[in-house]
Each structure stands twice: as C-alpha cells, then as structure tokens.
C-alpha cells in the first residue's frame, strides 16, 4: 500500500497544465483559471479625489467664510481652484487643482450670502483619496494561476480590462461500468441498484470548472470498455471511469485500459477507498475511481480533485489548511493500516465548536457525505476522544 | 444608525420565497434550493448484500472444506444457498438467501477439487451490509430549503430520482448609474473611472443561482432612472443598483425610486459602507447598494447576501458561524460609533493559523477584496492588539 501523500504528490507531480489560452469577457471568468499575470496599465484611483461629499478648499484659507466658486460633480474635469474659495465637490470627484483638503458637508454651514463656513479645524490632506492609492501602474494586481472570485473580476474591471486570459477549459470524459447499474428514473429489478456515481462526479467536475463529457454507463464487455476508451481519451483531457479497479472485480476497466494505453494500479492507505488506478491512453490521462459511491468520494475530494485543479492550471499548493476542532465524538476501532477520513459536521453546542461524526462512517452509506461538511483525518491506528483536537477539512 | 444586525434581520424578516417550483433533471439541479423535502421511496441497499469479493456462506459451514455452488456477481439474483456450500460473490453482490456471512477473498485458500477453505475465524453477519442501511423506505433524505450539493445529488440518484422539486432561478435585475462611470475596454477620459461595481456583483449574483438581468449603465437622468427601475421591476424580483443612496449624491436613484414605489433609507453602523436603501416597486424588491465599490462589497456579502438566499427559498439560520483566529495584527485606531468589517486572510504561521489584514483598509481600495478570504468583525471602539482572537466569516 502507498500513503494517500504519495499518491497526492505523485499525482500532482504529473499534472500537464492544459496548454491552450483564450481570451474571455470579464463577466464570463468567474471560477475560470488566470492564464498570465495582470499588471495595471494606469493607477486607480487616477485622480486624487474626493472620500467625501462636501467641500475642496485650501487649508490654509478654511478659517474663514469662502464663496463656493465651482461645482465638480464624479466624472467632470474641474477648474483650479480659485484663490480664496471652496469648491462643492463629491465623492469620487476628482480634487482641483490647488485645494489640498476635502470638509464633509456635515461640517460646513452655507451662509445666507452663499459662502461658506466650516465648524470643525481643516487639516491638509484630509478627506482625499490619492491617485493610484487602490492600484498603482505596474503593479500585478492577479496572478497567474489564480482561480478568478467576483472581488478579482471588480479589479480587472476596476484597471478597464475588458477580458482576461484564462486556460480552456478541461474535458473531462467520464462513465460507468457495472452490470448492476440503472439510471435513475428507470426501473430497478432485483439485484440492480441505481448509478449514484454519475450525479455527484459530474456536479463536482462542472464546479471545478471542467467541461464534462458524460458517457454514461457503458456496458460491461471488454469491446464496448475499450471502445469508450478510445472514444473518451480522443475528445477528452481526461477520462475517469467509477469501478471495475479492485481485484477480482467482475468487469472490464482495467484489461481494456491496459489493452488502450497503459495502467498503474494503486492500494491506498485510505478509508473509506483503497483502490485507484491511474494512466494514460493516447495523449489522455486515465483516473479510475473507485466503484463504491462513498469510497470513490472520498478519493476524488482528497486525491484527485487537486489533481484536476493544478492540470487546469491552477496553482495548488499541498494540502488545503484544515481546521483544528474538539471531537463531539469518540472513534474507538480505528483502522491500523489506512488513514481514515471520517464525514463529520462542525456543530455548536455551548457556545464552542465541535465536531460531531455521521453515526454510520460505514462505505455503504452515501447519505454520510450528503450530511457532512467536513473530512476529519487520522493516521493509521489513531483513535479518537472526545475533546481531541482533529484537523478537518472542508468538503 | 440602525445596527448590522437590525438590518439583517429587518431584511430577512421580509424575504419572500419565489413562489414558482420547477422539476430540473438531476444533473441540472446543482446549486438549486431544494422546494419539497424529498422522501426515500426504497431501501437502499435494496438488498442484504456483500460489502467484500470473496465467498457467502453459513457462518456454522465455515470450518469446513466447501464446494463452490454458484458464483454471483454484482447486478444479478442468486439463488439460495445449497446446503454445505460456498458461493463465490463479489463487492455489492446480493446475499443469497441462507447465507449469513461473507469470507473475504484474501482469507480463502481455492482447494484442488475446486473447493474452498477459510483460514480465519468466521462470524455470523460479517462482511454484508444489510438491506436499508444507507437509506430506510419513508426516510426524509434531503430537506426543503437546502442548497444541492454535489453529494446530495449522488443520494437523490440512490433513491432512484431522475429529477427534483427546486424554486425558480430567483430574477434579479441590475443597473448601475453614475456619470463618471465608464465600461472596461472604453477610453476612460480624466474623471472618469471604469464601473467596478457590474463585474464583482453579477458574477456574486450567478454564484448564489440567480438569473441576472443586466441592464449596465444607466445615464445619470431622473426619466432614464426611472424607466429603467419600472423595466427592471417589471422583469425581476428583484432590482439592485449601486451608487446614488448617500445624502447629498449626484444622481437620481432616490427620487426616482420614490417617484415608482416606495423607499427606505437607511444609516447603518457599518465600516466600510453606510448607506443602503431597500423599497419595493410594484411586486419587486429593490436594493440600493452604495456605489463605492468596498462598501458595496462588504455590504453585499454582510447584510444583501443571505436576503437573497432566503429569497430565493435557502433556509438561512442567522449569521453562518464565523471561525475565532487570532490576530497577526493590531488595529489601533477603531471606528467609535460603526462595526468595521476588516479584509483579512486566514495564514498559517510557524504552524499556526493567523489573521493578517490587508495593510490598506480605506474604503476605495478594491484589490483588499480581492486579497481577502474573510471579513473580521469588530464592534464599535473595539481595537486589536496582535495574539487577540477574532471572529472571521468566509468571503
């Protein structure tokens, strides 16, 4: 058996980062992966400008009462300011020239004759937003390899990109072996259960971003497996199939892969899980997860989703932080050769986070990753009281 | 000033839920709010069966040297359990009636006869995962008002469901007004800066499923205002602009709300931002965010966001729970009479989680957004000092 560290770097170790760029419209890059560095072009903001609603004076003349001498609303282009006066401006107005501080309306008093006075002391440079304070010209404001959040799309907007880099999107082609499988919707004679693999890959691969190819079920006889095969690694970045890669399993993914391309076969110090086959056919990268729903979650969430996201080009660095919070709960039997994942929850009961486990950790029992919102993680043979300190990892 | 929490429970407490509902395939409903709790019409497993590859047998045979009587792989029925006799089975193999445990393959030594001997001790019930121990008939698996999640979608397909009960994409209109805004890729002359606020708030907007009707810039007029609130609100159920809600602003958001519906604006004890309006015209809401884009931001995600989850049909149970962290920084000045929402980032130190600030906290910096991955939450006058624990909730 390999440790689920092995495994994770040996994957990423060999994430290709999909060679392709293209250009998308802003507001299409949400969750899209930056292709090259962004470096402003200008300063935000460009101007000095105004924090306030309120008045540009000179400090210095603001002791006493001054005519207003203009108006510069956002988005005008204003005059000097005249000697001796103040300026109605607001916020984001650009500072005219000569004023060297802005007076909040709420402390100013216009007089009957038009001036203006103000009741608070005036300090130079107070109330202005100075140029290129936000973002200064040159400066890298996104990286490359950067997954693109709403917040990052407002400062490519906020620099006057109209689109960005980004990598392609990933093809990911996947189906599903197992003569024992139906569709949801259809009729499930005894001895059938239905394809539960299929509605959680495919979700979790689209929220990763990756354009999916979905297969389906493929029927399980070695021409069709290696049909699919070469079907999928010809249109797809990479192909994933759920089953068929434990030992002794009645189906064909394995013979078909090696007979398509090539195969290494993995036992895994994991649990729920064990088996993953990884590989190649033609220019594709092979995943094989495992057939059992809740093993196979498990193994895509702590192996091969970081996987997928350095192969799209996104920086992953190791592990994600996991939080550190007490047990509610005691784990007793721990397995003494695998690293297990147990599904817990992060509850609060008296004021104090904690974790509770899904009573049933069994790797039937799918509804366990439904309910939870976190992986804890144990070594080999750790076993658990309650008030341990457990580093869990969001789902 | 009202405080932050009047006002999110002030909006909360007006949140409509979408009245439509509609069935979305399964793999369509990612994402979605979930609008009937949904009941398990089947056991799942269905059947008693092998969590293992290996041999059913009589727990009190298992001492013996057992022929191998059938052979049943995953998908098929088997027929009950000849007398003194092993059947070879596979991992999600149905039991064969009379069968009461499962020897797994590794500890099974095939005999030159074709027969089979146990090298371990064999209990009654091993190694099977009994019918319903996943999911029992009648049990509520998935509960209304719940976002899908990729698992949840996986537990749905386990119960044989080809589609799900989900509300309607809630409708949101958006415009933004402004005369000093400009779009990215448009020349931006001096006093114009680029409308930030679109490209952070639709993709904010997709992210939580709603359907975005983007109506862009609106020209800073009193009758376009209005007509566009009146075909935004003829639309949507919801109208959002930035910009135009703070006393004394240059453009015509206020009055033209007033002029279509009714109004409410509000001073909220929050830094960044300040003002928010929230009205009604016609049968829609309406939000009015401040146009600063930080305080837009923060006031999104602080008081607006989860509105629109209960609008849309989420259960929203008060504020998410925030993780405690402590401060790698000190905040020395703070706001007296406003709760500051710091951007902060969540490092790991020396092998300890910490807070760090983004250095510049002013209100027109953008890219602290874009760094952050959590807002502090301090209360007025409270300052920090480094080593203090405080409350952090995701961006």
Same mark, same amino acid.
């Given at each position: 058996m390999q440790t689920v560290d092995q495994t994770r770097d040996w994957l990423l170790s060999r994430a290709? $980062? $999909?060679a392709d760029i293209e250009q998308v419209p802003l507001l299409d890059a949400a969750g899209r992966v930056l292709a090259r560095e962004l470096v402003s072009p200008?300063?935000?903001?460009p101007h000095d400008n105004s924090a306030m609603d309120g008045y540009a004076v000179r400090a210095a003349d603001a002791a006493n009462v001054l005519p207003v001498s203009q108006r510069i609303p956002a988005g005008t282009l204003p005059q000097a300011l005249a000697a001796a006066s103040a300026a109605r401006i607001f916020t984001g107005a650009v500072i005219p020239p000569q004023a060297d501080a802005v007076v909040m309306q709420e402390q100013a008093e216009l007089q009957a004759d038009g001036g203006v006075r103000f009741t608070a002391p005036v300090t130079a440079g107070q109330n202005i937003r100075r140029r290129g304070e936000d973002i200064a010209v040159g400066q890298v404001v996104l990286a490359c390899g950067q997954r693109l959040r709403d917040a990052d799309l407002g400062v490519a907007a906020a620099i006057g990109q109209p689109q960005l880099a980004v990598y392609r999107r990933l093809k990911v082609a996947v189906f599903f072996t197992g003569d024992e499988l139906v569709e949801p919707g259809e009729a499930a004679p005894a001895g059938k259960i239905y394809n539960s693999n299929r509605y959680w890959l495919v979700p979790a691969l689209r929220q990763l971003g990756c354009e999916v190819i979905d297969l389906g079920i493929i029927a399980d006889r070695l021409d069709a497996t290696r049909a699919a095969l070469r079907d999928a690694a010809a249109r797809a970045d990479v192909v994933m199939t759920c @089953? @068929? $890669?434990? $030992?002794? %399993? %009645? /189906?064909h993914v394995k013979a078909a892969v090696e007979a398509e391309g090539e195969l290494q076969l993995w036992k895994i110090a994991i649990k729920p899980g064990k088996p993953l086959a990884s590989g190649r056919i033609g220019d594709a990268d092979f995943i094989g997860l495992p057939g059992n729903p809740v093993s196979g979650y498990v193994t895509f969430v702590v192996l091969v989703r970081d996987f997928l996201r350095a192969r799209m080009g996104e920086t992953v660095q190791g592990w994600p932080q996991p939080r550190l919070l007490p047990a509610a709960f005691d784990w007793l039997?721990? /397995?003494?050769k695998r690293e297990e994942f147990l599904r817990v929850r992060i509850v609060e009961q008296d004021g104090v986070q904690q974790l509770q486990r899904f009573a049933n950790q069994g790797s039937g029992v799918l509804t366990s990753c439904a309910w939870a919102d976190g992986l804890v993680r144990l070594q080999p043979g750790q076993s658990v009281q309650p008030g341990d300190l457990l580093p869990v990892y969001p789902l």
């Open positions: 290709r $980062v $999909v200008l300063n935000v903001p @089953g @068929g $890669v434990s $030992v002794g %399993e %009645e /189906d039997k721990p /397995d003494q």
